[in-house]
T-cell receptor
Framework: KQEVTQIPAALSVPEGENLVLNCSFT??????LQWFRQDPGKGLTSLLL?????REQTSGRLNASLDKSSGRSTLYIAASQPGDSATYLC????????????FGKGTLLTVNP | DADVTQTPRNRITKTGKRIMLECSQT?????MYWYRQDPGLGLRLIYY???????NKGEISDGYSVSRQAQAKFSLSLESAIPNQTALYFC????????????FGPGTRLTVT
């Protein structure tokens, strides 16, 4: 059974700092990996999707990497801003599928002005 | 307008009542999903549908049923609500043309008293 772990569970940083969020998964036979952002009481916003054949994806100040063999992904946020404060979730399809997402419990990020 | 919408956004109901949550999408995606989110447990898949005639149980389908009325509409029903179904419910869509990236609605907060 696929298990997804996110470390740390919570992170507080001063504005402007670069930071890394970690995601690990137990079954490396994944189709893709997706990073989401969730604001309190709101829905999930897809940030980045990395296909299994890719090593990384970038969107603005965000860069996500994928190392399938070691079962790890990182989300790098450059020059953090208070508006980046949210919970960040990673998810991978399980059971060799491309649709049954297994989610980590998330990292709660607080960026202090 | 949002691509994936859910109604109602908030609902309080009593134990034993039947309740329906509705999801509509304008993305033209064939695949639709229902998840629930609980504090400490993360998101879990309830049901998923690949098209109007293809509906499948997810990880935690007991106590729930679904209806795919059209490509764009997917409803989740609780036949007889119980307090441990209190949670945040999300609808999502995906499509092969977009690498199976999943897009989420804003969620429905359901409270069963």
């Amino acid at each position: 059974k696929q298990e997804v772990t996110q470390i740390p569970a919570a992170l507080s940083v001063p504005e402007g700092e670069n930071l890394v969020l970690n995601c690990s998964f137990t079954d490396s036979a994944i189709y893709n990996l997706q990073w989401f952002r969730q604001d309190p009481g709101k829905g999930l916003t897809s940030l980045l999707l990395i296909q299994s054949s890719q090593r990384e994806q970038t969107s603005g100040r965000l860069n996500a990497s994928l190392d399938k063999s070691s079962g790890r992904s990182t989300l790098y946020i450059a020059a953090s801003q208070p508006g980046d404060s949210a919970t960040y979730l990673c998810a991978v399809p399980s059971g060799g599928s491309n649709y049954k997402l297994t989610f980590g419990k998330g990292t709660l990020l607080t960026v202090n002005p | 307008d949002a691509d994936v919408t859910q109604t109602p956004r908030n609902r309080i109901t009593k134990t034993g009542k039947r309740i329906m949550l509705e999801c509509s999408q304008t993305k033209g995606h064939d695949r639709m999903y229902w998840y629930r989110q609980d504090p400490g447990l993360g998101l879990r898949l309830i049901y998923y549908s690949f098209d109007v005639k293809d509906i499948n149980k997810g990880e935690i389908s007991d106590g729930y049923s679904v209806s795919r009325q059209a490509q764009a509409k997917f409803s989740l029903s609780l036949e007889s609500a119980i307090p441990n179904q209190t949670a945040l419910y999300f609808c999502a869509t995906s499509d092969p043309s977009q690498g199976y990236e999943q897009y989420f609605g804003p969620g429905t907060r359901l409270t069963v008293t």
